[in-house]
């Protein structure tokens, strides 16, 4: 345990920021989880939708430190691959 007073007040950031930290990266991963299951249900539109939403959540996460910003566009890179290679499939299947 800290014993400076600087200490106990750096271990107490370090939780507050830890929290907010694990809310955002659950928040990310949920929207990721939403994006793929709805490619996997070979639905354009929810596919579209589920990406429109996870976009700015992950934007988000990088602004405020969470992810690294090439990480996160990554991700989005990633899932917006996905998601048009999917229209393509199902316009070439028509």
Known sequence: MANHRSAIKKTRQDERKRLR??????RVKNVIKAVREA????SVEEAEKALAQAVPVIAKAASKGIFHKRKAA???SRLSKKVNSLKQSLSQAA
């Open 21 to 26: 930290n694990r809310f955002y990266k659950t």
């Open 39 to 42: 490619i996997e249900s070979k």
């Open 74 to 76: 990554r991700k989005i």
